[in-house]
């Protein structure tokens, strides 16, 4: 597809279980971003990657967050051991370089029972 | 601490009337300022920028305005149509991060 992919669009889980989210960025894009959004908030910056690498992980709440991007493209934002404060919408972005317009996906809506 | 913010949730406007959105911001560092319009169950969708070396950039409809003495940025939409309705998100960029606000709900009515 033409843009930023996020898979599920979905996810209920249960305190204390492993999620792993995806993005699929816009094909060329070196720069990925992830974001999340709580009710009533605007996107909160949780990582960014350029190319393969995290060039600015800051926004990550905890260690219990780690996203990955392997081979530059997919990335997967992995959670270990939910909690009902990590309910929220995972979004992603991705542009084509650092300092260019940000193209969002549809996002994740992660809830945890 | 929110560095940047949008003080109203919501905001209604008659069609063929001229929106105004605005938004202030606390960190003089920011060097790029955008808007971003999101519908329900899609991704925010990027509408239009400014750097902080204008005051002001048009793109049809849409104008925003920057006034860095006053650290406040507005968005005009003229005239405004039903398919404006949306929340609209001001943030604020430097380096690589984006600064979101909490958004503002545009309600156009008919």
């Known amino acids: 597809g033409a843009g930023v992919s996020q898979t599920p669009s979905n996810k209920v889980t249960e305190k204390g279980k492993y999620v792993e989210l995806r993005c699929d960025p816009i094909?060329?894009?070196?720069?990925l971003y992830w974001y999340r959004q709580s009710l009533g908030q605007g996107p909160e910056f949780l990582i960014y990657?350029?190319?393969?690498?995290?060039?600015?992980d800051s926004g990550l709440p905890n260690d219990r967050f780690f996203a990955v991007r392997p081979e530059g493209s997919v990335s997967t934002l992995k959670i270990q051991r939910t909690e009902r404060g990590d309910s929220a919408v995972y979004l992603c972005?991705?542009?084509?370089?650092?300092?260019?317009?940000?193209?969002f996906g549809a996002g994740t809506r992660l809830s945890v029972l | 601490d929110q560095q940047v913010k949008q003080n109203s949730p919501s905001l209604s406007v008659q069609e063929g009337r001229i929106s105004i959105l605005n938004c202030d911001y606390t960190?003089?560092?920011?060097?790029?300022f955008l808007w971003y319009k999101k519908y329900p169950a899609e991704g925010p969708t990027f509408l239009i920028s400014?750097?902080?070396?204008?005051d002001k950039n048009e793109d049809g409809r849409f104008t925003v305005f920057l006034n860095k003495s006053a650290k406040h940025l507005s968005l005009h939409i003229v005239p405004s149509q039903p398919g404006d309705s949306a929340v609209y998100f001001c943030?604020?960029?430097?380096?690589?991060?984006?600064?979101f606000g909490k958004g503002t709900r545009l309600h156009i009515l008919p």
């Open positions: 094909s060329g894009h070196t720069a």
């Open positions: 990657f350029q190319g393969t690498g995290a060039a600015d």
């Open positions: 400014i750097s902080s070396i204008k």
């Open positions: 943030a604020a960029k430097r380096d690589d991060k984006i600064i």
């Open positions: 972005a991705s542009s084509p370089g650092g300092l260019d317009i940000q193209y």
């Open positions: 960190n003089s560092m920011f060097d790029y």
